[in-house]
């Protein structure tokens, strides 16, 4: 009887001990991805060191060296021409960079922290978000920390990881300036260069691109991608972009499952409505937008949308601005028929519009 007691209580302390763990977990997330006395001092005095962060997601950064064929006196030279970084995505040998990188490449070499130095076989890349996903043949690869639920905030505590100016992984540190910056690559009307960057003070330079930026747990936020510069040769200090780490994560996959990134084309140009063209138009809450071009031949052109028109609704969801639109017609898959709503000589109108596949951008190196 006492030995039956004694078990009835040792498994109810057991299962008071595994319900308290899970809502520890469920309560405290950080738990599931760090040491719980590097997650206990961050909460008490702050963030005093980035060595768990850089400990965590350094070794998958890699360094990029790209080489192409130069006309030589005799015969054709392989000469290095330029450098980057890149970040292993996953145990298969996938790393992430920038197209930008890779770009004039006939040769890739891809340089470990543990000092491998491999060949990196292009598996496809998209110049619009100016992505490229290379494929390395190693075993036991380092993989960066992901978390596809994470949701970068203004303010967040950042690190960018690279090797910049080839002098070696180097690590500076910033915060999340702002989100969702309009595409520096932009390419013209309808284009789906946009890119919804993060922009950040953390220091990246020459040779960083393609290198990580990461949290204080050593989980990837972006792809380091560009510095902006307001003159020709002169670098502003402090305001640089990423692409943020689930645009690039979808990105990869579409590359690696297809070879290519698949975009819907509507072909139209056009602009975001400002409060007093919304109140000639009368459009009252209603936002969307304003048609300043149609190109011809193409879906729009044959479905009747016509320049000065105002685009209000797509398939029922109203448009918050062109970048929402473009960003909805680009996420449509080609051959789909989409109801569009629009305002025009003061009239409600809703024509079906068949999208077709945007080639605009698809280049062969």
Do not use: C
Request: net charge neutral; glycine share 10%.
């Amino acid at each position: 009887m006492r030995l039956a007691s004694s078990l009835k209580f040792f498994l109810q302390a057991a299962a008071f001990g595994i319900l308290m763990a899970l809502f520890l977990l469920l309560l405290f997330p950080q738990l599931k991805t760090q040491p719980f006395e590097h997650w206990w001092r961050s909460q008490q005095v702050g963030v005093s060191s980035f060595s768990y962060a850089a400990s965590r997601a350094g070794p998958a950064v890699v360094n990029i060296y790209t080489r192409s064929f130069q006309p030589g006196a005799s015969s054709p030279q392989l000469s290095a021409t330029s450098l980057g970084s890149g970040v292993i995505m996953s145990d298969q040998g996938y790393v992430l960079t920038n197209y930008h990188v890779i770009a004039d490449a006939d040769q890739v070499i891809v340089a470990l922290q543990d000092g491998r130095i491999l060949t990196g076989e292009v598996t496809g890349f998209d110049v619009p978000t100016d992505l490229a996903v290379l494929k390395i043949n190693a075993a036991k690869l380092p993989v960066i920390p992901q978390d596809d639920a994470l949701a970068p905030q203004v303010g967040d505590i950042v690190l960018a990881i690279g090797n910049p100016y080839n002098v070696g992984q180097t690590i500076t540190q910033g915060i999340i300036s702002a989100t969702g910056r309009a595409g520096l690559s932009s390419m013209g009307p309808d284009s789906n260069g946009r890119q919804d960057l993060l922009q950040t003070d953390a220091a990246i330079h020459a040779g960083n691109s393609g290198g990580a930026l990461i949290n204080v747990y050593g989980e990837i936020v972006g792809i380091n991608t560009a510095s902006f510069q307001s003159l020709a040769h002169q670098e502003s200090y402090g305001i640089n972009f990423a692409i943020p780490y689930a645009l690039a994560h979808r990105i990869m996959l579409e590359l690696i499952n297809n070879g290519r990134v698949i975009r819907g084309y509507l072909g139209v140009s056009g602009a975001d409505i400002p409060p007093l063209m919304a109140q000639l138009l009368k459009l009252g809450e209603r936002t969307g937008l304003y048609v300043e071009g149609v190109n011809e031949p193409g879906p729009a052109a044959r479905a009747g949308i016509k320049t000065e028109d105002v685009l209000l609704e797509i398939d029922g969801k109203p448009i918050r601005n062109t970048r929402h639109a473009m960003d909805t017609i680009a996420e449509t898959r080609p051959g789909t028929t989409i109801q569009v709503l629009l305002l025009r000589d003061g009239k409600l109108l809703t024509l079906p519009v068949k999208i077709e596949e945007d080639r605009r951008f698809q280049r062969i190196r």
